[in-house]
């Protein structure tokens, strides 16, 4: 997650918390926020991306990381201060790693390397810069402007070779789409890797949650529209930077595609009253906290077991103003300090971040005594995810080569599935909670349906008292964020599972308005009155655990009982019966005089 550094105008907007008057709050946000128009969206930075030289070579860098070709490179610092250069820089890794076949032939059919010997020591900066150029339409860019960023010496030496090669480059990428009969660009990929490199070229909207710990929705409206900002109804045509209500979940607003640089730099988002989030996270966070509280209270405490980017525990604090503590688990090492930062900044002060991994920790510690709800979302392959780029800015550079692979990449699935497996099993084993919520954004069987049959097989053959049991995800739920169509659907076969699984469950293929994601419910079943009078009487615990509701002058009466019988079974070993009998006035004796004391 990239450090962002908050503006100076934020100070200012804390002071209007609390603001009561509609019309003061309005002038006063008029001064802090410029209307679109002013701001200058299409800037000098957006109009010199495809040539600015740090960005063709950071993105270079994350190539040669994507190939395995070396360790996780540094993060570059432009990208402390632009959202804008980082999220191109990791589209133009992703795009060139997508076309790197396409364009490798490219340069082998036009002889390149033949002329530039020298170049073939940096073909990742080669194959960056090609595919740049391709998306110029191979046509020559405007001159490099100084100003904007200083000249790297490398950079300039291949730009002026490929330059020299345009004309060829575009002549053999033309015979290509004839050959293949590609009327459009992107058949030129394999199946697998298409679907991928679509969810990168193509523009899908932006989801951002309104922090109601900060602000309420009709505030940010306000002002979003005195921006410029347009209002349209849920799923309309786009308009130029416009945004609608999410039908499902009321404080989600969802962005046109062209609003995603302005989002970033918006002080409102780095206020901390928008946030930047994925609408799977938030769907698993509403179902989860929507079946604590029909059986539970809102000082019930909620596990987390993987914090990720800290927005799905974020949420959960939001959520009825929940009194009970957020457990995050996970973090890595350093992110710490920025997650709590992020959830200062959030005013979720009830989100506390646990310094372990979820495995290491035991479901008998007194710390988890008041845990009644979990959201497992154990790491995964991530091949729901659409917009890729948002999900790298979000969580890092190190999850790359895994998102870049997409679903057609399948030698992971083992070490992940193992993990979900060890993950869920260890969240069912906590005594006191009720609900587990089981999240992925992956499309793979394995990682989903796979692992709850597992899961389910074991549970329907174990002796717990209280069992848990796979329910059916809320309907009011399902049929909000199920699509109609989906261009994943040839990657989903669910013909040998249990069709009872399949149908509790909640899949959702990935369109291009949402990211694929899975979604499975646990509930812990109650017992009957007479299953628990069965079990008791079964471990021969039924007597103790009368004693245990009763009163001290029962308990001592139960303790003596009991005394009596092991004296008459020990006695009952001796050979002759006038032994018993004396045996048996002696302990009569002893009774008459216990009832006389206790009266």
Not at 47 to 71: N, T
Not at 207 to 230: C, D, P, S
Not at 287 to 300: A, E, R, Y
Request: net charge positive; proline share 5%.
């Amino acid at each position: 997650m990239v450090e962002v550094l908050r503006p100076t105008a934020i100070g200012r907007l804390e002071e209007l918390d609390t603001a009561t008057n509609s019309s003061e709050f309005e002038d006063e946000y008029d001064k802090l926020t410029s209307p679109l128009e002013e701001v200058g969206t299409i800037s000098s930075v957006k109009r010199l991306f495809p040539y600015h030289h740090k960005v063709l070579l950071a993105a270079s860098v994350y190539l040669e990381y994507i190939q395995g070709a070396r360790s996780c490179p540094p993060q570059p610092t432009f990208f402390l201060s632009d959202p804008f250069l980082q999220r191109q820089t990791y589209k133009l890794a992703l795009g060139a790693y997508h076309y790197l076949a396409v364009l490798e032939e490219l340069l082998l059919e036009t002889y390149f390397y033949s002329s530039y010997v020298q170049f073939r020591q940096c073909q990742p900066l080669v194959i960056v810069m090609m595919y740049n150029l391709k998306l110029l339409g191979f046509k020559a860019p405007a001159p490099y402007h100084c100003e904007f960023g200083e000249v790297i010496r490398e950079v300039q030496d291949v730009h002026e070779a490929l330059m020299k090669f345009k004309t060829k480059f575009h002549a053999a990428f033309a015979r290509s789409r004839i050959k293949c009969n590609a009327y459009n660009e992107d058949l030129l990929l394999s199946v697998d890797i298409r679907l991928r490199y679509r969810a990168i070229a193509e523009d899908t909207p932006r989801y951002a949650r309104v922090n109601t710990l900060k602000r309420n929705r009709e505030q940010v409206a306000m002002i979003l529209e005195n921006r410029g900002y347009k209002k349209i109804a849920a799923m309309d045509s786009w308009l130029p930077y416009s945004f609608y209500i999410d039908p499902l979940l009321d404080d989600l607003l969802v962005f046109s595609p062209d609003s995603k640089d302005d989002l970033s730099n918006f002080v409102l988002v780095h206020d901390g009253s928008l946030v930047i989030q994925d609408k799977s996270d938030m769907v698993a966070a509403k179902l989860l906290n929507k079946m604590i509280s029909t059986n539970g209270t809102s000082n019930d405490d909620i596990i987390v077991t993987d914090i990720d980017t800290g927005n799905a525990a974020c949420y959960l604090a939001t959520l009825q103003s929940r009194e009970g503590s957020i457990l995050a688990f996970g973090p890595r090492p350093d992110a710490t300090e920025k997650l709590l930062q992020k959830s200062e900044n959030l005013n979720a002060s009830n989100v506390h971040i646990v310094n372990e991994p979820f495995l290491q920790s035991s479901s008998k510690d007194k710390i988890f005594k008041g845990v009644r709800g979990i959201i497992c979302n154990p790491p995964c392959t991530l091949s729901g995810v659409v917009d890729m780029v948002e999900v790298v800015t979000e969580q890092g550079e190190k999850i790359l080569p895994v998102v870049a692979k997409g679903p057609g990449y399948t030698s992971h699935l083992p070490r992940f599935v193992t993990t979900q497996y060890l993950t869920l099993k260890h969240a069912l084993s906590f005594p006191k909670v009720n609900t587990v919520i089981y999240f992925t954004r992956s499309l793979h069987v394995q990682e989903n349906e796979q692992v709850i049959r597992k899961v389910v097989d074991e549970l329907s053959n174990s002796n717990d008292d209280s069992p848990f049991r796979l329910v059916s995800v809320d309907t009011s739920i399902r049929d909000r964020v199920l699509p109609e169509s989906s261009f994943f659907e040839s990657f989903v076969n669910l013909k040998n599972l249990p069709t009872d699984i399949v149908n509790k469950c909640l899949r959702v293929l990935p369109t291009n308005h949402l990211g694929g994601f899975f979604i499975a419910a646990f509930q812990r079943m109650p017992l009957r009155a007479n299953q628990v009078l069965e079990r008791a009487m079964e471990r021969g615990t039924l007597g103790a655990d009368i004693a245990k509701g009763g009163s001290k002058k029962n308990k001592r009466r139960m303790a003596k009982k009991a005394k009596m019988q092991d004296r008459d079974a020990q006695m009952a070993m001796e050979p002759t019966t006038a032994s018993i009998n004396k045996v048996r006035s002696k302990t009569k004796a002893k009774r008459s005089k216990s009832v006389k004391k206790s009266k």
